[in-house]
């Protein structure tokens, strides 16, 4: 044993991306195990290993830790990147609450037929653009502080640095409106845990392609 995390998921993003995100920012180095076939799956399920036989699957402190939202409230909590009292919790849980409803737009995006994704990344940028990167752009103005809780790095930082740069794959300019959120973006990439985070090599993963897609759905037999 290690003793790192033990990350159990398919070789992408989707549900474990913003794991991976959180444990690096908070400079914790983790390992990977990828499924790659169906009876991998089904031996985790067979085991007990997955409380509700669902993926991702994160073993820690002696934990089998299901549930993204439940992995990722631990891992802030235990690296203090969830606020310093419950008003800044809070405040930190709305802000992930927000970016994860805009991430989670494009976890399925792939999965869907083609000629509808056009639209559907359309409607991403469209929300994204009006809806949830001007709560982060007034947000940062408003207090003109550094970070986006308290003046100092949270689990909302760095699900917001993940999100901007997921949208920028998407369409490079989508900061243009948004001073603010450039300056946090500078500045959230060069944390020294982000910044190696973002070098080749490291375990954050590419945007999904169809091989990807293949796989988890020849695994979780999806039509
Ligand atoms: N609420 C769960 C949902 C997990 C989930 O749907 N995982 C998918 C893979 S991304 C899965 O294991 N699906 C198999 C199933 O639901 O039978 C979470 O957020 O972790």
Not at 13 to 29: C, F
Not at 118 to 130: H, N, P, V
Request: glycine letters at 8%; one cysteine or more.
């Amino acid at each position: 044993m290690s003793g790192k995390p033990k990350l159990t998921y398919f070789k992408g993003r989707g549900r474990m991306e913003s794991i991976r995100w959180l444990l690096a920012g908070a400079g914790v180095e983790f390992d990977e195990k990828f499924l790659e076939t169906k009876e991998q799956y089904l031996e985790l399920i067979k085991g007990g290993h997955l409380l509700f036989d669902q993926v991702p699957l994160v073993e820690m402190d002696g934990l089998k830790l299901v549930q993204t939202k439940a992995i990722l409230n631990y891992i802030a909590g235990k690296y203090n990147l969830h606020g310093k009292d419950l008003k800044e919790r809070a405040q930190i849980d709305m802000y992930v609450e927000g970016t994860m409803d805009l991430m989670g737009m494009f976890l399925m995006y792939p999965f869907s037929p083609p000629e509808q994704r056009e639209a559907q990344l359309a409607s991403i940028i469209e929300k994204a653009t009006t809806r949830y990167l001007p709560v982060y752009e007034k947000a940062l103005k408003q207090h003109g502080q550094k970070f986006l809780v308290g003046d100092h790095f949270s689990w909302a930082d760095v699900q917001l640095i993940e999100a901007i740069l997921m949208l920028e794959e998407k369409k490079c300019d989508i900061l243009a409106q948004f001073p603010q959120l450039q300056a946090f973006k500078a500045r959230a990439c060069n944390i020294p845990t982000i910044k190696k985070f973002l070098q080749p090599g490291s375990p954050r993963k590419p945007p999904p392609d169809e091989a990807y897609v293949a796989t988890v759905k020849k695994i979780l037999s999806l039509g």
